[in-house]
């Protein structure tokens, strides 16, 4: 029967395809696809475990000492039993044969199966017995060596991509995980996968927005979506309205397939744009820049038809690494290759943003707050842990530095709040110049600016415009801050409101003191990228944006259509307002009007 799970949308479109689910398992696993001759060679090494843990329980009780209780033995008889159990051994070598998975990935997902099976029987002596098959599939997946969860869904250990082929056609794959860490998701760039659905997540928790700079549908926050939905569901996942719909009926299906294709037309007709300048009726000229991840997404940048990098996340060049933090040479070739790829254009480059959602390795923010008890967006992250390990950061400088001798680079410190920390990040940066310098190096000019993203900063503006060439406005953390808004929580996203008149008059003050100033303001937090908010950053004086370069062509369409000079008008009106959303809607609408008119 079909079954619909709400939850948050948070990147558009429709996906269709078969669940794959990650397993919360207690072990980590690789998942990865397997074809050709590796399925047999799987199936072996499914088997292999099987007889080497059959042993081991063997020997375990063959050395059971005489006066060990009964139940002992019993329980060993039971763990004899299942590791021999067409249910778990002959579903998993079904998983393998017809899936293509891995054997880790086989008999966790079968773990998956039968432990749901287990949940729902009254009788409590069997609803134990799912310790026992957790504790065998345990040890099964010791004895074929596990890896860490996603860590190969892209490939087998050092595999290529690769996808099933021969199994039912080539239905495409949706992840279904209780909650996927931006490490993970990192991995998921490169991966088979058509949309995904998690059980947590915000709006701008890390998941999502690496989910919308892959123009994937995403609804996180979907509660129970990953106990609700089994393996090999169909799904539908519906990004627009953060709505998932299991076993959809086929008028269902139909309907979304049709919604499926008008959204692909529309993308190509935006996607026209690409080459027309970003200007208003009136003639203003937006910048419109590029948010990226990694040095890889520099060429869909440039297609984009972005004007350059506003913010380089690269704080993603430290994930997936085992904790070891890349060495001064591999950081400057990412960040040279950003900046050779973008052709001239300007590129920022944001220090290592670390800690809170984004951890080094793959946590997710759920794992992070339940290990640690305290509040990671609170604490030690952003440029306070790069001034807590002066030496990482100056060596993070000194890449970025040695990066401006190729191209028009940028350097953008997140999270200031304090006078100090502005001194000691100078200190440091000069620091880092001066031992460039001192080994020969040739530097271009870099322009430092800082990010406006806790209320602090916003509020003591006239400082950071006396310290920093430019700022740039992220509001995610902005709103996360003023409005005590876990940004990862989906319990209180609800609450997590960019049109709450305190953010859009510390955006407002931001962005009006900033051009007063002199000085080149830019906001760089979702907000930039969502059509919804276009007119009224424009009311407020904002002319450049930086957003996903899948945004771009969206957000430029609004540009196109826009009078500055009108909205403007209407800003006042909007700021005094009680409900400025509804109040916007009025104003622009009826600007949108007189536009009509004119
Ligand atoms: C922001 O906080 O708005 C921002 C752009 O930085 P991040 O999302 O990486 O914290
Ligand atoms: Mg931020």
New binding site residues.
């Given amino acids: 029967m079909s079954l619909q799970i709400f939850g948050l949308a948070v990147s558009r479109g429709v996906a269709i395809g078969r669940a794959v689910l990650v397993a919360s398992s207690r072990v980590d696993v690789d998942h990865y696809f397997v074809e050709g001759p590796a399925i047999d060679a799987e199936l072996v090494r499914l088997d292999t475990a099987r007889v080497t843990v059959e042993g081991e329980f063997e020997a375990l009780k063959r050395d059971l000492p005489a006066d060990a209780p009964a139940e002992l033995a019993a329980l060993l008889d039971v763990h004899l039993m299942l590791v021999n159990d067409e249910a778990l051994i002959g579903a998993a070598r079904q998983w393998i044969t017809e899936r293509h998975y891995n054997a880790e990935w086989a008999l966790s997902a079968q773990l998956e199966v039968l432990a749901r099976q287990f949940d729902e029987m009254n009788d409590p002596y069997l609803r134990e017995r799912k310790a026992d098959l957790e504790q065998v599939v345990e040890r099964l997946l010791r004895s074929l060596g596990h890896g860490s969860p996603l860590s190969s869904l892209n490939g087998g250990p050092g595999g290529s991509p690769v996808r099933p082929r021969d199994f039912g056609g080539e239905d495409p794959l949706v992840l279904v995980a209780s909650d996927i860490s931006p490490a993970d998701m990192l991995q998921f760039k490169r991966s088979v996968f058509t949309g995904f659905v998690t059980d947590v997540g915000g709006k701008?928790s890390?998941t999502a927005?690496v989910a919308r700079s892959l123009d994937i549908p995403a609804v996180v926050g979907a509660r129970q979506a990953s106990s609700l939905i089994r393996q090999d569901d169909w799904v539908i996942i519906d990004g627009d309205a953060g709505l998932v719909i299991v076993d959809p009926s086929p008028i269902v299906l139909e309907e979304y397939r049709f919604r499926q294709r008008q959204s692909e037309l529309e993308r190509e007709r935006l996607a026209r744009l690409r080459h027309t300048p970003a200007v208003t009726l009136d003639g203003e000229r937006i910048e419109l820049l590029a948010n990226i991840e990694l040095p890889g997404d520099a060429p869909a940048a440039m297609e984009s038809g972005a004007q350059g990098v506003g913010?380089f996340?690269s704080e993603y060049l430290f994930m997936n690494r085992g904790g070891k933090q890349p060495s001064e040479d591999e950081q400057y070739e990412a960040y040279k290759s950003v900046v050779t790829a973008m052709n001239g254009l300007p590129v920022t480059i944001r220090t290592v943003?670390i800690g809170a959602d984004k951890p080094m390795d793959r946590m997710t923010s759920h794992e992070l707050r339940h290990e640690t008890q305290l509040n990671p967006a609170l604490g030690l992250r952003a440029i306070r842990w790069s001034l807590s390990e002066p030496g990482m950061f100056r060596q993070q400088l000194r890449a970025i530095l040695r990066a401006s001798a190729h191209g028009r680079v940028r350097l953008l410190i997140?999270m200031l709040a304090h006078l100090t920390e502005i001194r000691q990040t100078f200190e440091v940066i000069a620091q880092a110049r001066q031992q460039l310098l001192d080994a020969g190096h040739r530097l271009g000019a870099v322009e430092v600016g800082a990010m406006i993203?806790v209320p602090a900063a916003a509020l003591m503006l006239p400082t950071f415009l006396r310290h920093f060439d430019f700022v740039s406005i992220?509001?995610?953390?902005?709103i996360q801050y003023t409005l005590a808004i876990d940004r990862a929580d989906e319990a209180v996203s609800h609450l997590y409101d960019p049109w709450h008149p305190a953010i859009l008059r510390l955006v407002a003050d931001t962005i009006h003191f900033s051009r007063l100033g002199g000085k080149s303001v830019c906001v760089?937090?979702?907000m930039a990228g969502d059509v919804a908010f276009t007119e009224i950053l424009l009311a407020m004086g904002l002319r450049s944006f930086s957003m996903h370069p899948t945004q771009i062509a969206a957000v430029k369409q609004r540009i196109l259509r826009a009078d500055t000079r009108r909205l403007a008008s209407r800003l006042h009106d909007i700021l005094a307002s009680d409900d400025p959303e509804r109040t916007a809607k009025q104003a622009f609408g009826a600007t949108a009007g007189a536009l009509a008119e004119a």
Wanted: aromatic share 0%; with cysteine.
């Fill in positions: 701008t890390h927005i913010l996340r943003d997140p993203e992220g509001t995610n953390d902005l760089c937090g979702e």
